[in-house]
């Protein structure tokens, strides 16, 4: 498993005080594990996966109940929770479900996602959500039924599809929608795209993109863009 990758995944199962590499096939006679501990080790990040319990779907599909996901980087940390996860080794993704909470770390800034469904890339470290998602990042919360997070060389953003975002600075609320959000979360940037609205100090900009700055707490770019006073 993982031959394309080559990293090397330990498999420590607690309940059985037992160690199995990642090309064995000692599994095959066994469909209930407690306890178990996985280690991905990649040149650039190191991934820990822990869960209460395990069960054997298939040679390279497992149900796991009571998971915790760690990634540690140079540059950044990452942790999820939930209370069901189906990981799947031959794609190296995990679908996670039920009560599931994301927290990443980078330099002074956390980003947290609460879904009841996410999936998650391993190698990749990128992140899906196909149902109802709160999204937080500093005094930024976006809610979107639809989305993707990702890193791009420096750039850690998030894709929403009709996105509501609102903005809390000052003791002032903003607030915005959008078919198409985008936040860069290392440059405090928010972009509307498609059917864009934001209200802001009692007005309200209808546009067809809207580009706002989260730490100068204003619009920097606006297309096609009609303003009136928000009832």
Do not use: W
């Not at 149900?63 to 799947?88: F, R, W």
């Amino acid at each position: 498993m993982f031959i394309g990758h080559r990293f090397l995944i330990n498999i420590f199962l607690i309940f059985f005080s037992a160690c199995i590499s990642a090309e064995s096939n000692q599994f095959d006679e066994i469909s209930d594990i407690e306890g178990v501990f996985l280690d991905f080790n990649y040149p650039d990040k190191k991934v820990q996966m822990i869960a209460d319990r395990t069960f054997i779907l298939s040679d390279e599909v497992f149900e796991l109940q009571g998971v915790s996901i760690t990634s540690e980087s140079a540059d950044k940390t990452l942790n999820i929770n939930s209370s069901i996860a189906t990981y799947d080794q031959s794609s190296n993704k995990i679908y996670m479900e039920d009560s599931v909470k994301f927290v990443t770390k980078f330099k002074d800034k956390q980003i947290f996602i609460t879904s009841e469904k996410l999936q998650y890339d391993i190698h990749e470290e990128n992140l899906r959500g196909y149902e109802r998602s709160i999204v937080t990042f500093n005094d930024l919360k976006v809610i979107s039924s639809n989305f993707s997070f990702m890193q791009s060389g420096e750039d850690i953003k998030a894709i929403f599809q009709d996105g509501k975002i609102s903005i809390n600075l000052s003791n002032e609320i903003s607030t915005g929608m959008a078919n198409k959000v985008t936040v860069f979360f290392n440059r405090n940037e928010v972009f509307l795209e498609g059917d864009a609205a934001f209200g802001q100090d009692g007005l309200l900009i209808k546009s067809d993109f809207i580009h706002y700055d989260i730490s100068k707490n204003k619009i920097i770019k606006s297309l096609n863009s009609n303003i009136e006073k928000s009832i």
